[in-house]
Structures are given as C-alpha cells and as structure tokens.
C-alpha cells in the first residue's frame, strides 16, 4: 500500500476540518472526530486526524514515529517554505534550534522581563477599568504581546505587520482552501522578511539578534539561522492573545471562579493552565508517519500526513471531567502548548504574561463583565476575534453587590 492509499475499513469522517462550519463549532467536529476512532482518515483532506487526548498525547512523545521535519502544515508549499525552522525539524537538528530559542526564552533569560510585564499589566489594568467598556481582545489581551513581547523580539518591523505576518503563517498551515490562498501573499512576504534580516537592522540584545549572533559563532547556518527568525515572529503573538482572551472571557462568564481567584491567589498558575487548555489557540499541527505503525489496530503507513488535534485532546471528557467548564481544580497536563521535543518553547513566556494580568486583575478589579464574541476564522488558531469588557473597581457599587 502507498502513503496515498488506505484501506476502506478504517475510521473515516467526510468532514472540512478547515472549513467554516468546522472553524465556527469546533467543540462539535473534535467530538464527532473522537467518536469515530483513535485515529480517523479524512480523504477531503487526503489526511490522517487524531483528536484523543491519550493517543495524541502519545504520538507528540513518539517523535522518531511522528517526525516534524518534512513541515507540520497541511500543505506542501507552507512545509517548504518553514523548512529550517525549529518547529519543523527533527533530531539533532531540532535540539540544537532548539537550545538556541531557549537562550532567550528560558526561565533565567526571562528574569528581567518579569517587572517590565508587572508594570504594563499593572498600568494597563488601571487603564481599563478607569475606561469603562473596552474590546477585551486588541486592548486587554493583545497589550502585553504587543508592547513588550514585540520589542523583546527587537526586529525592524511594526507588532501589527508581526501580528499579520504571524496570522498570515498560521492561515497559511491548512490545506490549500480560500482562506490559506487568500493569506499566501502574506506568508511569502514574511517569508521573504525573514530570508532579509540582518544584523544592522535588529535591536541589539534581542531574540532575534541572537540567531544571528549564534549563526556567527557556528551554531547555526546562515540558512537555519534566518528561517529560525519565524520561529519567533510567527508564535509569539497571536498565541498568548488568544489565551489571555479566553482568561477574560472565562473569568467574566464564571465569577464564582473569580472570586476564588481573588480569595486565594496561588491558584493563579491554574487559571492560566486552565485558560489554554479551554482556548487551545494552536487547534493542531501535522506530522509525517516516519514509519510504519499501528494506532488501535489501524496501520499508518510510512509517509502519511497526520494532524494532530490539541485543542480536540483537551476537549476529551475521557481525559477531563466536563470540559467545556473552567475549573481551578483540574489535575494532569493539558496539551494546549503540545508535548513532548516539541513542546512549546515559549511557555514559559506565556504564562508569566497571563500570571502578570492576573496579578493586577485581582489586585484592582472586583467584577469583570463581558459580552459579544466574535470567533476568529484562521486555519491553525482559534479562539476569540474580539469581545466587549468592563472591569469593575474594588469601590463601585456594582462590585459589592457582586460579591
Ligand atoms: C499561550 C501561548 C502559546 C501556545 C498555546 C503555544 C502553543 C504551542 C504548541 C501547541 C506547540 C507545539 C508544536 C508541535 O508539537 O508541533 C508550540 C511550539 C512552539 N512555540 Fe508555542 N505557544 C504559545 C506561545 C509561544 C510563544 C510566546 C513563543 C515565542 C516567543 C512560542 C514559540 C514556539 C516555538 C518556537 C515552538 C516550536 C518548538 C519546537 O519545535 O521545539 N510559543 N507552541
């Protein structure tokens, strides 16, 4: 059998997982995907789906079975444009890449940015809730993406043409449908951004400049080290704001949740785990099958396309007692920011700039209200395109009724 055939008694779904309808109730497409198997065949696609949170959990750790190399997006171009990349590589190539990143992203690098991100939540939620009604996703959960994780990175280009470039690259992961096809000339041009960075234009001591400075020192190659400039371009935006919507969001529909966050401030580390794993911004990202193999006594074969779902692996009510519920208490890991060698190498930076919202939300906000959704249509991501939000202070009238 070729990587192009498949038996015609495997689980199969003839569903558009990157169409509208799948894109607008996503929670009811990772349903019907789990219903059908651990692994399920999807020929619109021509592509493989997992949306388990037992089997996906354990392909992201078998990465010599489900290799990243070839490109994770659902199409050809895409993976040939991300060659070089550290989220598409494998092995020792992987490893070096991704020890690079973490010069700039680990715990110890990300020390000095943690009272820069507490000052601007601290400002930013004093601002707001001074304001009245607010768009809870551009001017909450997009700030400190935008005014300090944008400069951290220190390139030559604006956070809204980072911002599109990213949202262009994430669209640009599906298959080859309209909305990849409408986002194409975005993604070149992000791609052609990123094979024109030099040194001169970057901000010294930034993320970026730090590829550069390891291609100097030969840790890198030139190629790597300019491809790897979308590594942080295209992740570090969009993500935490999809996050830090979802926060919003859950704490203004759950105040029971609130005010147990307010009472008891170290269960913040869990809201925000609980966030992502609700907001699950990445929905999923492909492997290639790098050998022959079996899930549930369905054979993959060598060179088959597989897309992994996260967000439909934290939706499984096998894994997580009532999923559609924001809780405090959940135990295990979700797989929001994946799992395993692949595993986000941003998380860490993400969770210090939900924790530092949260910090100032409970130190000034007694009641947070929200209303109008508006979802977000994009290949890769999802979660919230804007919201309506008011925070109320400590001393409103509103506020001690609430509580
Ligand atoms: C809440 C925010 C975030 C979420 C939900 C998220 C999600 C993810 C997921 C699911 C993966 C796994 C990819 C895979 O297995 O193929 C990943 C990897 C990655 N993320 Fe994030 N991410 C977030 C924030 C960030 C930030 C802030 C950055 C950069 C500053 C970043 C940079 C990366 C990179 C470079 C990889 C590839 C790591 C590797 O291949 O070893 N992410 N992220």
């Known amino acids: 059998m070729t990587p192009n055939t498949v038996a015609a008694n495997v689980p199969r779904l003839d569903l558009d997982l990157y169409g509208r309808s799948a894109l607008l109730n996503p929670i009811g497409t990772y349903q019907r995907i789990r219903d059908a198997g651990a692994v399920v065949w999807l020929p619109r696609h021509r592509l493989w789906v997992m949306g388990r949170y037992r089997n996906v959990r354990e392909a992201l750790r078998d990465d010599a079975t489900y290799l990243s190399g070839a490109g994770v997006a659902a199409n050809p171009l895409t993976n040939a444009l991300s060659a ?43 601002r707001l809730a001074d304001r009245g009604q607010f768009e809870g996703v551009s001017q909450f959960a997009a700030h400190l993406p935008v005014r300090v994780v944008a400069d951290l990175v220190g390139v030559n280009i604006s956070p809204t043409r980072m911002l599109a470039y990213g949202r262009a690259g994430f669209d640009g992961m599906g298959p080859f449908n309209p909305r990849m096809l409408k986002a194409l000339p975005t993604g070149v041009r992000f791609w052609s951004y990123s094979r024109s960075v030099k040194t001169k234009n970057l901000k010294p001591g930034g993320w970026a400049a730090a590829i550069l400075a390891a291609q100097r020192e030969g840790n890198l190659t030139s190629a790597e080290a300019q491809a790897m400039v979308i590594d942080f371009i295209g992740p570090s935006l969009d993500t935490t704001i999809l996050a830090s919507a979802q926060l919003l969001w859950s704490l203004g529909t759950n105040p029971a949740v609130w005010n147990e966050l307010r009472d008891d401030r170290t269960q913040i580390p869990a809201a925000v785990s609980e966030a992502v794993r609700l907001a699950s911004p990445v929905r999923g990202f492909t492997r290639i099958v790098g050998r022959d193999t079996e899930v549930d006594g369905v054979a993959l074969r060598r060179g088959q396309r597989l897309a992994l779902l996260f967000a439909s692996a934290n939706m499984d009510e096998t894994q997580f007692a009532q999923p559609r519920v924001f809780s405090l208490q959940r135990k295990g890991s979700n797989l929001g920011w994946g799992f395993g060698a692949h595993a986000c190498v941003g998380m860490h930076l993400s969770r210090l700039e939900m924790q530092a919202l949260l910090e100032a939300l409970v130190a000034q906000v007694a009641r947070i209200d929200v209303e109008k959704p508006k979802r977000l249509l994009n290949n890769t991501l999802q979660g919230f395109r804007s919201m309506r939000a008011t925070f109320c202070g400590e001393d409103s009238p509103e506020a001690s009724m609430y509580r």
């Open 84 to 126: 070089g990349t550290t989220l598409a590589s494998d092995a020792e190539a992987h490893r070096q890449r991704r020890r690079v990143l973490l010069h700039s992203l680990s715990a110890k690098a990300l020390a000095s940015a943690v009272p820069v991100l507490q000052e601007e939540a601290s400002a930013l939620i004093t």
